[in-house]
């Protein structure tokens, strides 16, 4: 059975929370389905990308395949949900 796709969420929250890469003045409740990672929402960096990818497949037992990867799967955090319940 999948997971729910709002626990998926609020575990791509928390994982996005604890990365050092977050710009630390983001209020939790201001993260929704539309924040993006890059740029102005989160700030995420390719450094930031790459950590995000690393403690996501650790939270979530899965692999992020090299040939599936793309911008738009980082476009924001509804993406990378719809990405991850996807893998599960």
Known sequence: MKQSEVNIEDR????????????????PADIVRETPLIGKGLGLDSVGIFKLV??????????????????EIFENIGSLVNYISKKL
């Open 54 to 71: 690393v403690n996501l497949e650790e939270e979530f037992d899965i692999v992020f395949d090299e040939s599936e990867m793309s911008i």
């Open 12 to 27: 791509v929250k928390k994982v996005i929370l604890d990365l050092d890469n977050v710009k630390r003045s983001l209020n």
